[in-house]
């Protein structure tokens, strides 16, 4: 494996390892997946898949944006929640039941989403392509749906086992995603500071705050979801946005460090409406 390669396996197990520690810990406290109101799923995915998308038209409409930037965007309007999300998600205030159940269900219809979304938006961007629904599910299952059913697993046999292993192991997780993310960064740095102008950072930051806005409209009335939802909305996953790259623009070279940028400027601009939602979760408890 070149270095690359290693680097990209570790970025995937430490985002999968993620979604398996806070399945050990839910699984422990004998929370069951799912969301019972379907109405808040329906406005769930609607906030996610079909907002947001039309809201990626409209920004690309409006600013005149860079291909790249075009490209990113769609792609990450049409991916699902990524792994290292429910987390932050829970700390703002959302249940367990509902983070998680919206994971899980978020990357199944992903992969009939994408395929579809980018048939559909594909054109007006100038991207005629197919992309098969085998690239969406690999990422899918080996990031969401598999840690995810392994920890539940896990924490139901060997609860004790669970206990004792998923802090230190969600925080080696993060350590990881740490360290690999930085070389990243560094051998992407010159196309990334490329992409600063053309609107680039307004837009991600525009894309962030209208997802942060609909999710938190749609969310309903208890706080928490509104918060997950929220957070759901504006943040996708970046793995599933990679892989589809590859099969619509592979040889493009700046649209994977557009992706990049938008994890930055998404963390930034969102970090605000974290805290608050962590202060009002701890009023409320």
Not at 258 to 267: D, M, P, S, T, W
Request: charged content about 10%; glycine content about 10%.
């Amino acid at each position: 494996m070149t270095a690359a390669q290693v680097i990209q396996f570790g970025v995937n197990l430490s985002m999968a390892l993620m979604v398996f520690c806070v399945a050990l810990k839910a699984g422990t406290a004998q929370v069951r997946l799912g969301i019972t109101d379907p109405g808040l799923l329906a406005r769930s995915l609607i906030a996610m898949y079909v907002v947001m998308p039309l809201i990626v038209v409209g920004i690309a409409y409006v600013l005149e944006l860079n291909h790249a930037l075009e490209v990113a965007l769609v792609l990450l309007a049409l991916s699902p929640v990524p792994p290292i999300l429910p987390k932050k998600e829970i700390e703002a205030g959302g249940s367990t039941r509902y983070v998680l159940g919206l994971l899980a269900v978020a990357s199944l219809v992903a992969v009939l989403v994408v395929p579809g979304g980018i048939a559909l938006i594909g054109p007006i961007f100038g991207q005629h392509v197919m992309i098969p629904a085998g690239v969406t599910t690999k990422v899918v299952a080996t990031s969401v749906l598999l840690p995810l059913i392994a920890g539940f697993v896990i924490a139901h046999f060997v609860p004790q086992f669970a206990k004792k292993v998923a802090g230190p192991l969600s925080t080696a997780a993060n350590m990881l995603l740490v360290v690999l993310f930085l070389p990243i960064l560094f051998a992407a740095r010159h196309v990334i500071f490329a992409q600063f102008g053309n609107f680039t950072i307004l837009a991600i930051a525009i894309f962030t705050l209208v997802g942060l806005a609909v999710g938190h409209l749609l969310g309903g009335p208890l706080e928490g979801d509104r918060s997950a939802l929220a957070l759901a909305t504006a943040t996708r996953h970046p793995g599933v946005a990679l892989a589809i790259l590859h099969v619509v623009a592979p040889k493009d070279p700046g649209i994977g460090p557009v992706i990049l940028l938008y994890l930055l400027v998404g963390g930034i601009v969102s970090f605000p409406y974290v805290v608050w939602r962590k202060r009002v979760a701890r009023v409320a408890a």
